[in-house]
């Protein structure tokens, strides 16, 4: 069985960092690319980022280009967010995700909520 469990999210003030990570299960972690997906209260899912299987390439989305940073530990089988420089807007749920390259996104985490506010 396939699973992704999320963790370290939490309340921060503006301007402050968290430490994201997924632990995964039931499948070759080091085999797929994996996201970190969120969403906000009241709107859709937003890709934040993603990763290659071996770590080599990594993606971000513009609202978080240069505070955000992607990396995995295949050993472990865990992927992170490492997320500074934190915003208001940042809040939300956020979802780690496993992409399958035919079908997109094919497995999710509960995810883990991260609230910006001062």
Avoid at 96 to 102: I, P, Q, S
Wanted: net charge negative; glycine share 12%.
């Amino acid at each position: 069985e396939v699973r992704l469990v999320e963790s370290g999210g939490g309340l921060v003030q503006p301007g402050g960092s968290l430490s994201l990570s997924c632990a995964a299960s039931g499948f070759t972690f080091g085999t797929y690319e994996m996201s970190w997906v969120r969403q906000a209260p009241g709107k859709g899912p937003e890709w934040v980022s993603g990763i290659s299987n071996e770590g080599v390439s990594t993606y971000y989305a513009d609202s978080v280009t240069g505070r955000f940073t992607i990396s995995r530990d295949n050993a472990k089988n865990t992927l992170y967010l490492q997320m500074d420089s934190l915003k208001p807007e940042d809040t939300a749920l956020y979802y780690c995700a496993r992409l399958n390259r035919a079908t997109g996104v094919d497995y999710w985490g509960v995810g883990t909520l991260v609230a910006v506010s001062s």
